[in-house]
Every structure is written in structure tokens, then in C-alpha cells.
């Protein structure tokens, strides 16, 4: 059979059919179907010809399947409970029962700094849910997003496939990162004279901070270039090194002690954070689940401390 012959098909049959299959009694079937008995029978007589076998065979009162019957009725029912489930307006989604598992993609310093916060309250919400990550950037968001690796993704992305929707989550402000060996305030100069680690996923020297600083007609020496936050607070504890991340990762970082967090001492535009996703599965009630819980603790609603303080000694 293929996909043409469904055309032949009454679908009501099957639901007769899966109803005898429960009751086992044409009287009790019809009843539960709001049929008549000749009804249900002829329906049967209609069964028994598609499937040219007798499917349920007398026994007193009682109808007994056939081993074909018990055949059908094994693929029928998970089939029949997909095409409500395809047909119905929309699919419950209950997280704290939900054993699904969704594909997301993350930039490493979200991984890195906001992931872990969010997971817990994550796995309170919805205990058996499993997350798969996967690691994204500018770069690779659109063709994840494309090719279905993820169904939805959080990093600062650009050019996005254009059924492709974003939700803007928070800015992106750069701060100093170095040891708390380090004394004093971070001017220019000092900023300019310290060896620099950069963090990039596809080990490039120069980004936006160098082309600021060449338009005012300084450099810096980036003398390390790392491909994940994973190793950075090791790398700088005790050395003379610095480094620019993103707010939210330098304070992750410095919760844990040894490191200090400062103002870039120049004016570089912040970047934007934001949620995108497919739009294929914008009506899909896990993943608007999903991406409500991903918005709720990824968003900065009202910035941190740090933050502020950042924000207020950089202007």
C-alpha cells in the first residue's frame, strides 16, 4: 500500500474497528459508538473484505479477534493516537510529565554563565525532560536552524534562515576581566599596555575591540586566543594577562574568587543577545513551553548590580 490508497479507505472503519477490539460485542460497541447494531455489523462485513480475513470470529456472546486482528490493532492504535494528535488544534504540553527531549543551541559564553541557572530551575519544572546542547554562534545558528540540529538557539546571531523568527533577551555589555593581583584603576593606557586573551571560537586575533582602538589610533597584543570561556579564570588568576568578556560571564567568573571585573575604558557598542527559532515550530506547545521558560530566565529584565555599576562607570 502507499499513500494513494488511502484515498479507498474509510477511516470510520478503524475506529470500529478498534472499538470491537475493546468491547468485544457488536451491542456494546454500537452503544459506545451511538450506532445501531446493523450498523456495526456491516461495518464488520466492510472490515472483514479490506482485510480479507474474518477479524473477529463468535464465541457465545463474545466476539474474539482473529491473530490478524491482534496484528492490526498493534499498529493501528499508535497511529490513530498520532493523527488526533496531528489533526487536534493543539497538543498538551505538560512539563512536570513530559519526557521529551529538545535540541538547543547556545554560544559558549551562555553555556559557560547563564546555562547552569537556568538547568536547575529547568529540571524543578519539568524533572523528565532531557536537553541536548549544542554549541552555536553567529555563524552556525542559520544553518542549525535550517537543517533542524536545533529547534531553537541563543547566542548573538545575525543573518537567520527567513522563516526564522528572534526575540531579543538582553544586552551584551564587554568588561575587563583580570587578576585580582592586578592594583588600580584600568585607563587607556594601561588597558592598551597589557597582554590581551581572546576568547573566539575560530581562533581570530582581531575583532570589533581592535577596530575601536584603531580608529583612535591605539592597539592592543592578544597573545592567546582560547576557543571556550572554560579555561579563562585559570589562564588569567596570577599573571599579568586580561581579558574582555561579556558582563554575565565576568560575573560568573568572579563569584568564584581570584578575579576582578572592571569597565572597558573606551566606548564599544553592546551587542545583543537574543532567542531565535525556527518558525516551523513557532505553534509547537513544548517549544513555545521551551523558549517562555528560555525568555523568563535569560532575559534582564531589570540588570544586575554589577551590571549597573558597569554601565554607570563606563559612561
Not at 29 to 51: C, D, H, M, T, V
Amino acid at each position: 500500500m502507499n499513500r494513494n490508497d488511502l484515498r479507498k479507505i474509510d477511516f470510520s472503519l478503524l475506529i470500529v474497528f478498534e472499538t470491537l477490539m475493546h468491547e468485544r460485542n457488536l451491542t456494546r460497541a454500537g452503544e459506545k459508538l451511538f450506532l445501531g447494531q446493523p450498523s456495526i455489523s456491516a461495518s464488520l462485513n466492510r472490515l472483514r473484505q479490506y482485510f480479507n480475513d474474518p477479524l473477529f470470529i463468535r464465541m457465545g456472546r463474545s466476539m474474539e479477534p482473529t491473530s490478524r486482528a491482534f496484528e492490526i490493532f498493534q499498529s493501528l492504535t499508535p497511529a490513530l493516537d498520532n493523527m488526533v494528535a496531528a489533526l487536534g488544534n493543539v497538543s498538551e504540553f505538560d512539563p512536570l510529565t513530559s519526557n521529551a527531549v529538545f535540541r538547543i543551541g547556545l554560544s559558549d559564553d551562555v553555556e559557560y554563565s547563564l546555562l547552569p541557572g537556568m538547568l536547575r530551575q529547568l529540571r524543578m519544572e519539568a524533572p523528565g525532560v532531557s536537553f541536548v546542547v549544542r554549541r552555536t554562534d553567529h555563524s552556525m545558528m542559520s544553518d542549525q536552524l535550517s537543517t533542524g540540529e536545533v529547534s531553537l538557539g541563543v547566542c548573538h546571531s545575525r543573518e537567520l534562515p527567513a522563516n526564522a523568527k528572534r526575540k531579543f533577551l538582553r544586552s551584551i555589555y564587554p568588561t575587563v576581566l583580570s587578576s585580582h593581583s592586578i592594583s588600580g584603576a584600568f585607563g587607556l593606557d594601561e588597558y592598551c599596555n597589557r597582554p590581551h586573551v581572546s576568547v573566539s571560537l575560530n581562533g581570530e586575533l582581531t575583532d570589533t575591540i581592535d577596530r575601536t582602538l584603531n580608529t583612535m589610533g591605539r592597539q592592543r597584543q592578544v597573545v592567546l586566543a582560547v576557543p571556550q570561556y572554560s579555561a579563562l579564570k585559570t589562564l588569567l588568576e596570577d599573571t599579568d594577562m586580561i581579558a574582555v568578556v561579556p558582563e554575565y560571564v565576568a560575573s560568573a567568573m568572579t563569584k568564584q574568587g581570584g578575579l576582578r571585573m572592571d569597565p572597558v575604558p573606551m566606548s564599544i557598542p553592546a551587542l545583543e543577545l537574543s532567542l531565535a527559532w525556527s518558525g516551523t515550530l513557532d505553534n509547537d506547545p513544548g517549544e513555545r513551553w521551551l523558549r517562555s521558560r528560555v525568555c523568563h530566565h535569560l532575559s534582564d529584565r531589570s540588570g544586575s548590580v554589577s551590571e549597573i555599576s558597569l554601565r554607570k562607570a563606563a559612561a
